[in-house]
């Protein structure tokens, strides 16, 4: 298991179309991913889940990542994250 805390770089946070791209890139792996913010955890893999966390930028946020491609799965979304989602 990976585990990582990031810092949302975007000022709209998780929302809509940057949620999006999170979910596609989380989707590319065989691994199970979860979000956590404050306590709450939620499968990275699923919008309403994503969207339902509420993230706004300057967020910090945790992501877990078990399975045959984890450390793959944690840098491809956390290179995601620090890009500020290339808005």
């Known amino acids: 298991m990976c585990v990582k805390d990031v810092v949302i770089q975007n000022q709209v ?3 809509a179309r940057p949620a ?6 989380a989707n ?6 979860w979000v956590e913010k404050d306590e709450r955890k939620v499968n990275a893999k699923s919008l ?6 509420g993230i706004v930028g300057g967020t ?5 990542v078990d399975g ?6 944690l840098d491809g ?7 500020g989602f290339a808005d």
């Open 13 to 15: 946070g998780l929302y």
């Open 20 to 25: 999006t791209f999170f979910i596609q890139k």
């Open 28 to 33: 590319e792996y065989k691994s199970s991913i």
């Open 48 to 53: 309403l889940g994503v969207l339902s966390l």
């Open 60 to 64: 910090t946020i945790k992501i877990i």
């Open 68 to 73: 045959p491609d984890e450390k793959e799965a």
């Open 77 to 83: 979304l956390v290179n995601l994250v620090e890009s």
